[in-house]
């Protein structure tokens, strides 16, 4: 049998021998994959199927565990190496050994009054991320981070107010699905997903792109329609043909109708492309005969929910095939913006529809756990004295 473990390049506790043979260094086999930090494990849910491939053939194990293992993670949401009871007992041990599933130790359930949940997860270095599920007639959607923190820094987003801590793992991404099945009762079921939780989705694009994978692989994955999916994005607009090719929903979040009011409002947004370039990436944007774009538009009292604003921003999406999303502003402690009232909301949007554009007003689900749109992100040291009820926490 081969030697395929090399002294010196593996640790001393790695070196095992088992059926097929001797176990590699998981280390040692991963040159291109992601790599645990020596003396910490890997974690199994933050590799692609490629990768899964690539790792299962380091180890001299047969092929069919590839999919094996990611339909464990994936479809049967298991937490430990130990749970996979069709891989000899031998293999299980070996793989506890240097790799972890990956999920969370900590997942906290905050319940909204109105039946949002905001699931909070602690991830491995003790930072916190959020996830929140929004029940509305007969959907249920789930809004997911993909950065801690945001590297932009609009002003009337909270989570632009962290900065931006970093990108998140792919089995970050991936746990913050897995767990939100988990606290579903036994007859709801997530009907939409959407990348609108802290950050930008597009300044994590290789994960994000994984994650798409992991939601809608048929044989180990979630098996969802991309139809189900929705990106957003502040206006990284040279990314949007990346998006595009993933065949979700795409949802731009506008904010504003010239230049400079964009550049007040989302001023690291503007520096990656001005109003201009990212309306004229919307239009080259290639949408499928059922598909149109959305632009979200956060309201704020007395700044760009005029009716001179109304009429510019019909102006602007004329060319396209869209719908709009009006968002009244969510406020936070802190935060010197307003939301206009239910009056001055239904006269912005009268303006849209009258002239032809179909428009939404987002309600504001989950406001009092801090789950809303703008909501998410890091309030210590002032957090309202709201009853926060954190009703499960797992280990
Ligand atoms: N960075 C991406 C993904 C986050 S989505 C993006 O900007 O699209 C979050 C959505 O909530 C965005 O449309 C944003 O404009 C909106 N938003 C941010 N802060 C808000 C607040 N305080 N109240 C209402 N909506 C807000």
Redesign the pocket.
């Known amino acids: 049998m081969e030697e395929v473990s090399r002294p010196g390049h593996v640790h001393g506790h790695m070196r095992f021998s088992f059926r097929y043979g001797r176990l590699l260094s998981i280390e040692d086999a991963m040159t291109d994959l992601p790599m645990a930090q020596p003396g910490t494990l890997t974690n199994l849910l933050g590799f692609t199927e490629p990768q899964m491939e690539k790792f299962i053939r380091s180890q001299r194990w047969p092929e069919y565990r590839a999919k094996q293992i990611l339909r464990w993670l994936y479809q049967r949401r298991i937490r430990a190496i130990s749970d996979m009871t069709d891989l000899p007992m031998h293999d299980r041990l070996l793989l506890s050994r240097s790799a972890a599933v990956g999920r969370s130790a900590q997942v906290t359930v905050l319940r909204s009054q109105d039946g949002t949940r905001k699931l909070l997860l602690t991830l491995g270095d003790g930072m916190t991320i959020e996830a929140v599920l929004i029940p509305d007639d007969e959907r249920l959607t789930l809004c997911v981070s993909?950065q801690v923190g945001?590297l932009?820094d609009?002003g009337?987003?909270?989570?632009?107010r962290m900065g931006l801590q970093r990108n998140l793992k792919l089995h970050e991404v991936i746990d913050q699905i897995l767990s939100a099945h988990d606290v579903l009762a036994s007859d709801e079921h997530i009907t939409n997903l959407?990348?609108?939780?802290?950050?930008?989705?597009l300044a994590n694009l290789e994960t994000l792109k994984a994650t798409v994978t992991g939601l809608t692989n048929k044989p180990w994955g979630l098996g969802w329609s991309r139809r189900r999916i929705t990106v957003?994005?502040?206006?990284l607009a040279s990314r949007l043909t990346e998006v595009a090719a993933l065949g979700v929903n795409l949802?731009?979040?506008l904010?504003a109708t010239t230049e400079e009011q964009r550049r007040e409002l989302m001023p690291a947004?503007s520096e990656l492309a001005s109003l201009r370039s990212l309306l004229a990436a919307c239009r080259r944007y290639p949408l499928t005969s059922h598909q149109r774009l959305t632009f979200?538009y956060?309201l704020l009292a007395g700044v760009n929910d005029q009716s001179a604003d109304a009429r510019r921003l019909v102006q602007l999406l004329k060319s396209i095939r869209c719908k709009v999303n009006l968002?009244?502003?969510?406020?936070?402690p802190g935060?010197h913006?307003h939301r206009p009232s239910a009056q001055e909301v239904l006269r912005f949007q009268s303006v849209l529809r009258d002239a032809g554009l179909d428009t939404f007003i987002?309600k504001?689900r989950g406001r009092d756990v801090f789950g809303?749109?703008?909501?998410l992100g890091d309030l210590s040291g002032n957090r309202p004295s709201l009853a926060l009820t954190p009703i499960e926490t797992r280990c």
């Open positions: 993909t945001c932009l609009c009337f987003c909270l989570t632009g959407v990348f609108m939780g802290m950050g930008e989705p957003s994005t502040a206006g949802a731009v979040s904010n947004a979200e956060v968002i009244p502003f969510n406020e936070f935060s913006f987002r504001s809303a749109c703008g909501q």
